[in-house]
T-cell receptor, first 111, second 111 residues
């Protein structure tokens, strides 16, 4: 099993640019999560999909953030326009029940 | 009050020591509980589930105390390789497969 696959692993971008993070969940898992981790705020849930449908997006910081899951094997998290305070590690996780399995994360730096 | 709280530590212990962490949760109707381990600059990895009856996996023991609303992780005979951050995760009621994470407890095992 390949596990949850995220790309890119690292992203450095300038303020104001659009950033797209990608995730391929574990095959057969029906839930997908986007988390953001910072030293100050820890691991925060941004959005949760179940069977490709967004269930809870209350953690999405603001309208600059959007997420899609067009099919069971792919999801994107987009930030437009990006700001320095968006710098963090973004994790995608998937699950079949409640045990979630994480991808290696995307380390985003906005300068 | 945060939904899930942990002492951030660090817990500095000598090799061979026994160390225990607690994690408190605010919603008494929470369903499932987990411990994750996160190494520096890596993703969280599932360490073990926490069952009502308690469960043990080698040197690790996890317990749930519903009356006092906390879960615990006990590590016996600490190894240098146990140095990491330990995150607890709670599945709130009516939240599907979603997990809420604590801020993590950092453990440093010294020779």
């Amino acid at each position: 099993d390949a596990g949850v696959i995220q790309s890119p692993r690292h992203e450095v971008t300038e303020m104001g640019q659009e950033v797209t993070l990608r995730c391929k969940p574990i095959s057969g898992h029906n839930s997908l999560f986007w988390y953001r981790q910072t030293m100050m705020r820890g691991l925060e849930l941004l959005i949760y999909f179940n069977n490709n449908v967004p269930i809870d997006d209350s953690g999405m910081p603001e309208d600059r953030f959007s997420a899609k899951m067009p099919n069971a094997s792919f999801s994107t998290l987009k930030i437009q326009p990006s700001e320095p305070r968006d710098s963090a590690v973004y994790f995608c996780a998937s699950s079949l029940r409640t045990e979630a399995f994480f991808g290696q994360g995307t380390r985003l730096t906005v300068v | 009050r945060k939904e899930v709280e942990q002492d951030p530590g660090p817990f500095n212990v000598p090799e061979g020591a026994t160390v225990a962490f607690n994690c408190t949760y605010s919603n008494s109707a929470s369903q499932s509980f987990f411990w994750y381990r996160q190494d520096c600059r890596k993703e969280p990895k599932l360490l073990m589930s926490v069952y009502s009856s308690g469960n043990e996996d080698g040197r690790f023991t996890a317990q749930l105390n519903r009356a006092s609303q906390y879960i615990s992780l006990l590590i016996r005979d600490s190894k240098l390789s146990d140095s990491a951050t330990y995150l607890c995760a709670v599945n709130p009621p009516n939240a599907g497969n979603m997990l809420t994470f604590g801020g993590g407890t950092r453990l440093m095992v010294k020779p």
